[in-house]
C-alpha cells in the first residue's frame, strides 16, 4: 500500500489531503455515528474547532482520501 500527502497553498485558503491506495472503509458510516470511531469523530470536531473543514472519502477496496482545508484570509 502507498499513502501520499498533499500540502497546496491556494489564495485565502491551505489544503491539506492525505490519501492511500489500502482497503478502505465505508466512510458515511463512520463519520455519522453508526460505529465508534472515535478518531475520526476528533478530527472532524478539531477541524471545526478551527473554523477549518474536513472531508473523509473512502469506499471500501479502493482507499481513503482525508482533505482538510483551512481560510486564511
Do not use: C, W
Not at 490519501?19 to 470511531?37: I, L, P, Q, R, S
Request: glycine fraction near 14%; charge should be negative.
Amino acid at each position: 500500500n502507498n499513502a501520499y500527502v498533499h500540502l497546496k497553498y491556494l489564495p485565502g485558503e491551505v489544503v491539506l489531503i492525505v490519501e492511500d491506495d489500502g482497503h478502505g472503509f465505508e466512510a458515511n458510516k463512520t463519520v455519522n455515528g453508526d460505529y465508534t470511531h472515535f478518531g475520526l469523530i476528533g478530527m472532524q470536531e478539531r477541524a471545526e474547532d478551527i473554523d477549518g473543514d474536513l472531508q473523509v472519502i473512502s469506499q471500501k477496496g479502493r482507499g481513503t482520501k482525508v482533505i482538510f482545508s483551512l481560510r486564511t484570509g
